[in-house]
């Protein structure tokens, strides 16, 4: 039965400019803990060109969690991986500092394995609530 390949690459080119779009609020570069609370007006640079603050209250939040170590290796904005196929949302980070804050705003046991932290989807409004402005949304398909 012939196939048309051209339709999938087509749809696959589509996708990514349009998960292109989607993610364009992410950021270019993240910032430690540490360097955005030095910050008078804590933010970071978009690939979008637009800047992303933070609210000093979420930053003071995630500082009374963590000690100085965790601060400065924790990098903001928190990036949650969203994929529309996974009843969870993953989480990379090099420390695993995120398992301990989402312990702490969830009130149960989050770990971190590989350097990968997952939470479930119906978790997520409750870590949005504390950290609206200090983490961020990736979409892939």
């Not at 949650?80 to 993953?90: A, C, F, G, K, L």
Request: aromatic share 10%; hydrophobic share 40%.
């Amino acid at each position: 039965m012939p196939t048309d390949n051209s339709s999938d690459v087509f749809i696959a080119g589509y996708l990514k400019d349009e998960l292109k779009v989607l993610n364009a609020h992410l950021p270019r570069k993240r910032k430690s803990l540490t360097e955005l609370l030095k910050e008078e007006h804590p933010y970071v640079i978009c690939n979008d060109g637009n800047a992303h603050f933070f609210k000093k209250k979420e930053l003071e939040y995630l500082s009374k969690m963590l000690d100085y170590d965790e601060q400065d290796s924790l990098l903001l904005p928190i990036i949650m991986e969203v994929t529309p196929d996974q009843s969870w949302v993953t989480i990379r980070s090099k420390g695993g500092v995120e398992a301990k804050i989402f312990s702490k705003i969830l009130g149960i046991t989050v770990v971190s394995k590989h350097n990968i932290t997952t939470i479930f989807k119906s978790q997520m409004s409750v870590v949005r609530k504390a950290l609206k402005t200090a983490t961020q949304y990736v979409f892939y398909p």
